[in-house]
């Protein structure tokens, strides 16, 4: 089992939909949360970190529960710019554990 | 704004070669990591360095190895390549260690004939 998991879809979501994606992560003693976006081919691109207190960033808002040691990542107003594989990040220590990531697609 | 660098972003070697990647962190940031993607995969942590010092290890193999120098730039050398190392390598770098927000380079695409 891997240590972060993910739906790996794909989503495809008409241009305006309101997309939410779910992650799980088995270590409790993980200490950051991040998502990333990450085109064909291209490096991961950090979206935004994750709190507890749950965090926006235009039109994504990422919330973290650690007691059910889940993360969720919500897109509001989709774009078609938005079409990239979405990975859930968890780190302990230094290195990023990565989830397989979403793929999501929108389209017009 | 200055991004992670990466050279070469395109290589091919033959099986039993050796390589040798280089990344250049942003400007100020100490900590430098670095992450092997495979087809289809996620990226696996490999191994990470702090003001010049191994940091942590992850599933790095023992033909590799890896240090920073005193410029905070860091070095991949990968020797004795096998078909199965032929991935994109990424390297990340971040202000301060324990997984402050990472930023990664471009990658360099290693194909091992």
């Known amino acids: 089992r891997k240590e972060v998991?993910?739906?790996?879809?794909?989503?495809?979501?008409?241009?305006?939909?309101?997309?939410?994606?779910?992650?799980?992560?088995?270590?409790?003693?993980?200490?950051?949360?991040?998502?990333?976006?990450?085109?064909?081919?291209k490096e991961p691109k950090l979206l935004m970190s994750v709190y507890s207190s749950g965090n926006e960033d235009g039109r994504f808002t990422a919330q973290l529960n650690r007691a059910s040691q889940y993360i969720s990542l919500l897109i509001r107003d989709s774009k078609l710019?938005?079409?990239?594989?979405?990975?859930?990040?968890?780190?302990?220590?230094?290195?990023?554990?990565?989830?397989t990531g979403t793929r999501l697609q929108v389209f017009p | 704004a200055a991004g992670v660098i990466q050279s070469p972003?395109?290589?091919?070697?033959?099986?039993?070669e050796t390589a040798t990647l280089k990344c250049y962190p942003i400007p100020r940031h100490d900590t430098v990591y670095w992450y092997q993607q495979g087809p289809g995969q996620d990226?696996?942590?490999?191994?990470?360095?702090?003001?010049?010092?191994?940091?942590?290890?992850?599933?790095?193999?023992?033909?590799?190895?890896?240090q920073q120098f005193s410029d905070y730039h860091s070095e991949l050398n990968m020797s004795s390549l096998?078909?199965?190392?032929?991935?994109?390598?990424?390297?990340?770098?971040?202000?301060?260690r324990e997984?402050?927000?990472?930023y990664f380079g471009p990658g360099t695409r290693l194909t091992v004939t």
């Open chain 1, 5 to 41: 998991e993910q739906d790996p879809g794909p989503f495809n979501v008409p241009e305006g939909a309101t997309v939410a994606f779910n992650c799980t992560y088995s270590n409790s003693a993980s200490q950051s949360f991040f998502w990333y976006r990450q085109d064909c081919r």
């Open chain 1, 81 to 99: 710019s938005d079409s990239a594989t979405y990975l859930c990040v968890v780190a302990n220590t230094d290195k990023l554990i990565f989830g």
């Open chain 2, 9 to 16: 972003r395109h290589l091919i070697k033959e099986k039993r």
């Open chain 2, 43 to 66: 990226p696996q942590f490999l191994i990470s360095f702090y003001e010049k010092m191994q940091s942590d290890k992850g599933s790095i193999p023992d033909r590799f190895s890896a």
């Open chain 2, 82 to 96: 096998e078909l199965g190392d032929s991935a994109l390598y990424f390297c990340a770098s971040s202000l301060g």
């Open chain 2, 99 to 102: 997984a402050y927000e990472q």
